[in-house]
């Protein structure tokens, strides 16, 4: 069992910038990948970007290279998706999750993983 709490969602104009953290919790934390999904409204949910609890290492989905940093705290239980450079369609409900490094990674689509309750980014234009 995982459980994720995600923050730091809100409102910020076209070009801002927005950090969201996810704090997980479960026993040998270091076995899994945390993810950063969002949904736009009326659209499915979407893979953005991933980071091994294990070695830190990350990788992201084209649409949000170069203009999203997902990192960890030294404790490796805090998950940080920082935002830059954002756009009016990276709208929409934000969620993290989590799931054994060994289904997971290196994988956009992840079948079923742990889910947090999400959190909403609105980016005006």
């Known amino acids: 069992q995982v459980r994720l709490v995600e923050s730091g969602g809100g409102l910020v104009p076209a070009g801002g910038s927005l950090r969201l953290s996810c704090a997980a919790s479960?026993?040998?934390?270091?076995?899994?990948?945390l993810g950063w999904f969002r949904q736009a409204p009326g659209k499915e949910r979407e893979f953005g970007a991933a980071v091994s609890l294990s070695t830190a290492n990350t990788y992201y989905a084209d649409s949000v290279q170069g203009r999203f940093t997902v990192s960890t705290d030294y404790a490796k239980t805090t998950v940080y998706l920082q935002m830059n450079g954002l756009k009016p369609e990276d709208t929409g409900v934000y969620y993290c999750a989590a799931d054994l490094s060994s289904k997971v990674w290196g994988s956009k689509d992840w079948a079923d993983p742990y889910w947090g309750q999400g959190t909403q980014v609105t980016v005006s234009s």
């Open positions: 479960a026993r040998n934390l270091y076995m899994y990948t």
